[in-house]
């Protein structure tokens, strides 16, 4: 209730016009910058103010939206990534390799890398003498270079293997500078040094990562 001067009292109700012309009054105070929300666009947000919780769903941000090397592993879903160009695998398994004075190579891998890579190797197989006692070496070689340590497998006074029971042996290297875009030859070469022997069922297997 609202008096007015002459003492006379009358009540003051709201009614569609009055609201219609409030709207009206404001909306020319405000100088016409009231639009609608759905028509908002780049132009009228200020850069960087935008946060991961604003947006609606996880459609919205893309890879030129992200700085480069921002990003680490908990955001990341690793399952979902794309392996081909960052690591390679190649393996090979092969029968018995008769072994001669000098190194042959028992098995061999090849594989292609892009970019420079770091290598790891890993062979394995089984040493058998033939009809007395013997010995061997073995070293993992990469494009014709060999490591500096051997592993030397086999008996020096008594031949206590057969086909079934081997001396067994594996061999890991982690190559100590990437190799260079491009194929590669990796290889387990082994060579007779007492008696007569092989290398029954020598295996490799290469992993390589690219460099950072």
Known sequence: MTA???GTRFKRRLSYANVTATLAL???IAGGAAYAVDK?????IANNSIRSIDLRNHRGVRGKDVRPNS???RQIEERTLATGSLARVVGRETGDCVLRLTPRNCVVATLAVSR???LLVITSGGQESLGGVGQASCRISIDGADEPLAVN???TKTDNTDATATNGFARTLVSRDPVAAGQHIVGLRCKRLL???RIDDPTIAVIAVAAP
Do not use: K, M, Y
């Open 4 to 6: 007015s001067r002459d």
């Open 71 to 73: 990003l680490t592993g």
């Open 116 to 118: 420079p890579s770091s």
């Open 26 to 28: 404001l909306f020319a």
């Open 153 to 155: 497998p086999g008996e």
């Open 195 to 197: 008696g007569r022997v």
């Open 40 to 44: 908002i666009s780049s132009h009228e």
